[in-house]
């Protein structure tokens, strides 16, 4: 059976996508919100009344912050892909929210809402072959991809 290029480099493919996404979550967006403390955490928090959720803003605002911070270490290493992915889609879909109710321009409601189409179609495709769920996978004998 003859395979083709990109069923070859397919799982290469899914590694760098993870790899890139996750160092510039970790460093771009993750650490200075951790840095931020917990004033920050405050303002980022207030974000969840737009979903009807009015308590503990400071740690809404952490789990935020813990969501661009290490939930990409996750992403990156492939270990516990899925879970982790619905953690950072979750966010990605509360910040486009927040852009809405801002009237934001587009140009900022489209990142999060393209990120959260990417962390969504991770989830479908999975982490790939180069993961450490993958490699749990394999031991166990489990089918799941």
């Given at each position: 059976?003859?395979?083709?290029?990109?069923?070859?480099?397919s799982?290469?493919?899914?590694?760098?996508?993870?790899?890139?996404?996750g160092?510039?979550?970790?460093?771009i967006?993750?650490?200075?919100?951790i840095?931020g403390?917990?004033e920050?955490?405050?303002?980022?928090?207030?974000?969840?009344?737009?979903?009807g959720?009015?308590?503990?803003?400071?740690?809404?605002g952490?789990?935020?912050?813990?969501s661009?911070?290490?939930i990409?270490?996750?992403?990156?290493?492939?270990?516990?892909?899925?879970?982790?992915?619905?953690?950072?889609?979750?966010?990605?879909?509360?910040?486009?929210?927040?852009?809405?109710?801002?009237?934001?321009?587009w140009l900022?409601?489209?990142y999060?809402?393209?990120?959260?189409?990417?962390?969504?179609?991770?989830?479908?495709?999975?982490?790939?072959r180069f993961s450490?769920?993958h490699?749990?996978?394999k031991?166990?004998?489990?089918?799941?991809?």
């Amino acid at each position: 059976m003859k395979i083709n290029f990109s069923e070859r480099h397919s799982d290469l493919g899914l590694f760098i996508i993870r790899l890139g996404l996750g160092i510039s979550f970790i460093f771009i967006h993750g650490l200075p919100k951790i840095k931020g403390g917990p004033e920050l955490w405050l303002r980022l928090g207030k974000s969840m009344s737009n979903l009807g959720i009015n308590f503990l803003p400071e740690f809404w605002g952490f789990m935020s912050a813990f969501s661009e911070f290490v939930i990409p270490v996750f992403i990156i290493t492939g270990l516990f892909f899925r879970p982790a992915l619905l953690l950072i889609a979750f966010t990605m879909f509360v910040a486009m929210l927040l852009h809405l109710t801002n009237m934001d321009p587009w140009l900022k409601v489209a990142y999060p809402m393209e990120l959260l189409f990417v962390f969504a179609g991770l989830f479908l495709i999975g982490p790939g072959r180069f993961s450490l769920d993958h490699k749990f996978r394999k031991k166990t004998g489990s089918s799941d991809k």
